[in-house]
Nanobody, 125 residues
Framework: QLQLVESGGGLVQPGGSLRLSCVAS????????IGWFRQAPGKEREGVSC????????TSADSVKGRFTISRDSAGNTVYLQLNSLKPEDTAVYYC??????????????????WGQGTQVTVSS
């Protein structure tokens, strides 16, 4: 079972930036996708972005394209989410998750089986 630990959240003003990190350990044989999700108060969990661990190819939700960027380190053990031009509507608990599959599945897929504890991002003036 993978262990995923998020960090980097905090309080930021609208228009500001944060970089979230997801440190993963416990990979076994095979490929994985790592995704970022978020859940705002009173709302359902929403997929944000995904990266293929091996190739680095990415996909992102339309709502964050051009503002958020997902990336990984060279070993594929740490995945980042760069949050730019933050808006109050981005306020949420941000989670990283892992899917043991060869490409990024849809965000509502049951392949997302391993989850971190979440890190709070609050965008407020």
């Amino acid at each position: 079972q993978l262990q995923l630990v998020e960090s980097g959240g905090g309080l930021v003003q609208p228009g500001g930036s944060l970089r979230l990190s997801c440190v993963a350990s416990g990979f076994t044989l095979g490929d994985y996708a790592i995704g970022w999700f978020r859940q705002a108060p009173g709302k359902e969990r929403e997929g944000v972005s995904c990266i293929r661990r091996s190739t680095g190819s990415t996909t992102s939700a339309d709502s964050v394209k051009g503002r958020f960027t997902i990336s990984r380190d060279s070993a594929g053990n740490t995945v980042y989410l760069q949050l730019n031009s933050l808006k109050p509507e981005d306020t949420a608990v941000y989670y990283c998750a892992a899917a043991r599959i060869s490409f990024c599945p849809t965000f509502n897929s049951n392949w997302w089986a391993s989850w971190g504890q979440g890190t709070q991002v609050t965008v407020s003036s």
